[in-house]
């Protein structure tokens, strides 16, 4: 294609124009999947060749894989894929007005105490954010030590090498239908590198990173870690992140080399119209050290199991999460930790939490493979049910092909009782902040590994969501 | 005695909120202002029912009668406005509340008994909690620990005179606080109640015991005998000893409940 008719296909030449009119259309992909939308992302990121002929083949490959039949319920899915745009350039997410932003979602950031500035972002209604100079300084230190920390679009103009060594191993597009989805539509997301025995003090956070693409729905982020080096990685916030779409399809790439360490930190609130089918996972090499520490609130379905692939002998993998399913929604979440080196060891531990019409299903897969000899694994989940309509269920999956390997699983599954609520009542505290007390303690052994800031703000937001939960 | 009177019972009658059967069958009593009273009666006889009943568990159902709390009617209240109000219950069985610090339940406890509207000082309450609990011969790093979770029966206990230490109720109804305890712990938890009546001589205590051996550290003005849900008999600490000697037997109008004693 002849550049010139790509830029009107584009329809970049309407674009000065909006800066006079905001009634004026801007330019938007077509609704549904095509060749073209395909074509049109890549070509206005300017993308190489191999990207785009990689977008198209994992495009073949999303269409030829069926639907999920296990997890959450999909059957309406279909429609809502024919009805989204997936690509909006993200110039117009941000011309979105503060006014268009549901009450619902402006009293809770009230509510959670956000600042002005940030809850537009959190909105998607801003474009500038006021720490900037605070990131700003960061970034110097960074870059002073070689730590790379850009967007996933700047990541494969400025580091192409290094991007397409690490860019799609670690999920392939054939691993599954949404993770060929998002190799083929992905846009906005980060792009990480700590080089060789750097350490890192203060966590890496998204949000840093203004100005630029933010996480869209079909963010891409891919984090290499190289051998020593230590680092933590914050993405997302409990504030409900609103948009108007209905769907979210990230994928998520890890490389933690020998020796290193490294945590990957996510809390999201998705709005409870949303299909949240998310890809996470990550190779975790010798003597090396994966967390994952995942908060799922929100969402119509959110379907997400962050993973460890033990590759390297005495690799470390530890998966822990909460979830919190509200009415009508479903968590179907947990953790699959895969050893296929020998003396690696793994945790997960899994706290869900079901109220009202809500359900949470912990499903997990522990695999030692052969040759792992001497894996141990440990797998824990607990679900805390709030009312009589409120409902989990438990799928762990352990194969083990080594008879040397030491797995063990513990689940529980509680109700709030009366009791507990009558001895907080009878020391004068009244039944929401008693649920609300009880519930943070369920997740305590969680929370307290999040920054003091996060887990603040997630004991707030679960303050609110007890609010009037007993009749 | 009214004037001086923080709690009067005429006829109460209770019974398990979903059941026909009645517990309570018509409970008079009156306690006036740092008075300790004991009830005391074999198993079953509805001691512990009592109890609850005063503190406002949703599990009984009171079908007659009246309670007075600082002449107002106590039974309109819930259990929280009850214990913002001054009513302390000592739970014969402490409930575990897993990930919740001692720290934290005592400051939203004690915050809650605050004039509406006021916001409890952290620092003051710091500063409280580490009076109240060097007063009980606490260990600080005990307030760290979580809620009764994987507590012995004695820290159970004391966690719960803790407890009572910082909301300063009015009247504590203490159930069973010493079952399931040795010798020596019962007598730390004994210190910790009369310490904290030397404080305050104006707090009244109701002390529900199976045994006459808790009233010999905390001694009683009039102990009651409670059987088959209704008092049937009150004295001074003389008659705790007479069913040291007797049992409970004698008292049972049914004549077939079983001697705890």
């Not at chain 2, 260990?139 to 159970?156: L, P, Q, W």
Request: charged letters at 25%.
């Amino acid at each position: 294609m002849p550049q010139n008719e790509t830029i009107q296909d584009l329809g970049l030449d309407e674009y000065k124009y909006d800066f006079v009119s905001e009634t004026e259309p801007v330019f938007r992909a077509e609704k549904g999947l095509s060749e073209e939308v395909v074509r049109q992302i890549s070509a206005h990121k300017e993308e190489p060749e191999w990207m785009l002929e990689y977008r198209l083949k994992a495009l073949d490959v999303y269409n030829s894989k069926p639907m999920p039949k296990w997890g959450g319920d999909l059957s309406s899915l279909e429609a809502v894929l024919d009805e989204i745009y997936f690509y909006v350039r993200p110039q117009e997410q941000m011309e979105r007005s503060w006014d268009d932003v549901p009450d619902e979602i402006k009293n809770t950031f009230e509510k959670l105490g956000i600042p002005e500035a940030e809850r537009k972002i959190l909105a998607g209604v801003g474009a500038q954010y006021e720490s900037e100079m605070v990131y700003h300084s960061l970034r110097e230190e960074w870059a002073a030590q070689g730590v790379i920390f850009d967007s996933i679009e700047d990541g494969l103009k400025n580091h192409p090498e290094l991007f397409r060594e690490h860019f799609g191993t670690i999920i392939p597009m054939h691993d599954n239908k949404f993770a060929a989805m998002n190799a083929a539509v992905w846009s906005g997301g980060s792009f990480v590198y700590i080089p060789k025995g750097v350490s890192l003090d203060t966590p890496l956070q998204a949000y840093f990173r203004v100005n630029q693409e933010r996480m869209g729905q079909f963010e891409r982020t891919l984090i290499i870690i190289d051998e020593g080096a230590q680092a933590h990685y914050i993405e997302g916030c409990t504030a409900p992140v609103y948009t108007t779409e209905s769907f979210h399809s990230g994928v998520i790439e890890i490389v933690v080399k020998k020796n290193a360490r490294f945590r990957y930190t996510t809390i999201q609130n998705w709005s409870n119209n949303m299909y949240n089918l998310v890809t996470q996972r990550s190779m975790v090499h010798e003597n090396a050290t994966m967390e994952w520490l995942d908060g799922n609130l929100g969402s119509k379905l959110t379907m997400k199991y962050p993973s460890c692939y033990l590759i390297g002998e005495g690799a470390h993998g530890e998966i822990m999460s909460i979830a919190y399913a509200g009415d009508g929604q479903h968590q179907d979440t947990g953790g699959k930790v895969v050893h296929v080196a020998p003396h690696t060891t793994s945790s997960i531990t899994s706290k869900s939490i079901s109220k009202g019409t809500g359900r949470s299903t912990y499903r997990g897969l522990c695999k030692v493979h052969k040759g792992a000899r001497h894996a141990r694994s440990n797998v824990e989940c607990d679900a805390l049910l709030i009312n009589d309509t409120s409902r989990t269920d438990t799928y762990p999956y352990i194969e083990i092909e080594e008879n040397d390997a030491s797995v063990g699983h513990e689940a529980s599954v509680s109700k709030i009782g009366e009791e507990q609520l009558f001895y907080l009542a009878s020391r004068g505290i009244a039944k929401d902040e008693a649920m609300a007390m009880i519930v943070r303690g369920f997740i305590e052994p969680i929370a307290k590994q999040l920054p003091l800031e996060y887990a603040v703000e997630l004991n707030r937001l679960i303050e609110m969501e007890m609010e009037g939960s007993v009749g | 005695m009214s004037d001086a009177s923080i709690l009067k019972i005429e006829g109460l009658e209770a019974k398990v909120a979903d059941e026909d059967l009645p517990i309570l069958t018509g409970v008079d009593l009156e306690i006036g202002k740092g008075e300790i009273h004991a009830i005391m009666g074999p198993n079953g006889s509805g001691k512990s029912t009592l109890a609850k009943v005063l503190a406002g568990h949703p599990g009984y159902e009171v079908t007659s009668g009246s309670v007075l709390f600082q002449g107002s009617n106590l039974l309109e209240l819930e259990a929280d406005e009850r214990s913002q109000a001054g009513i302390f219950l000592a739970f014969q069985y402490p409930v575990e509340i897993p990930g919740v610090s001692i720290a934290n339940f005592l400051r939203t406890a004690v915050q809650a008994h605050q004039a509406d509207g006021e916001e409890l000082d952290i620092f003051e309450f710091s500063d409280i909690l580490t009076e109240r609990m060097e007063l009980l011969e606490m260990d600080v790093t005990f307030a760290e620990r979580h809620v009764n979770d994987g507590f012995s029966g004695g820290e159970k206990k004391r966690n719960e005179i803790l407890q009572m230490a910082m909301l300063k109720p009015k009247l504590a109804v203490m159930d069973e606080t010493d079952s399931g305890l040795d010798i020596d712990a019962l007598k730390v938890v004994a210190s910790g109640v009369n310490t904290l009546t030397e404080e305050d001589p104006e707090m009244s205590i109701l002390l529900i015991t199976h045994y006459q051996r808790l009233l010999d550290y905390i001694e009683p003005d009039r102990v009651h005998v409670m059987v088959d849900g209704r008092i049937v008999r009150s004295g001074g600490p003389e008659v705790a000893h007479q069913l040291e000697a007797e049992g409970y037997r004698g008292w049972s109008e049914a004549n077939s409940i079983a001697d705890g004693v």
